[in-house]
């Protein structure tokens, strides 16, 4: 989660991690040569994310993420909306309450071939990662790009493992 809450779906995240367009051709940035496993192809909405992070040397197992929409086209291109993504949420050892929330939307490029995702987000962008602790902001940021590992089954579902064991499920839009 500290790699995802850095870089993100895919995301990120890609591959966190997004709500597009309902179609392939939805998605606008306009890529050069790209490497890309068909099965990515189409709109997934996210199901699930959890993870972990550390803080002040505490492990936080964060879970929640439902409502990412990414759309990746065949060409490479990618856009993300995550306007009505829920927050991944958990509670410290401590009992402090943290969240991260994810929002805006973002296009780029995206290649992926033997399990392995590569997403460059085009910049600037208005996708943007807020961590609160207790209520109150500990830090936001704008995503750029992210290398993680994926499985994937064409227009069934797709998986992406990322830094610190985030995992990100998705179903078909």
Known sequence: MNRRFLIVVAGATVLAACSCGSS?????????????????VGTWKSTNITGSITIAGSPVTLSGGAGEVITIAATGAIRTDDSNTAALTGTAAGGSAYKLAQSGTATGT???????????????????????????VVQSQHPG????????????SLVITGGGGTVSTYAPR
């Open 145 to 156: 790009s992210a290398t993680d590992s994926y499985t994937c089954a064409a227009g069934s």
């Open 110 to 136: 995206i290649s992926a071939t033997r399990g392995r995702v590569a997403v460059k987000l085009d910049q600037p962008t208005t996708l943007t990662l807020t961590l609160s602790k207790d209520g109150a």
């Open 24 to 40: 392939p051709s939805d998605a606008t940035a306009t890529p050069t040569a790209v490497v890309l496993d068909h099965c990515l």
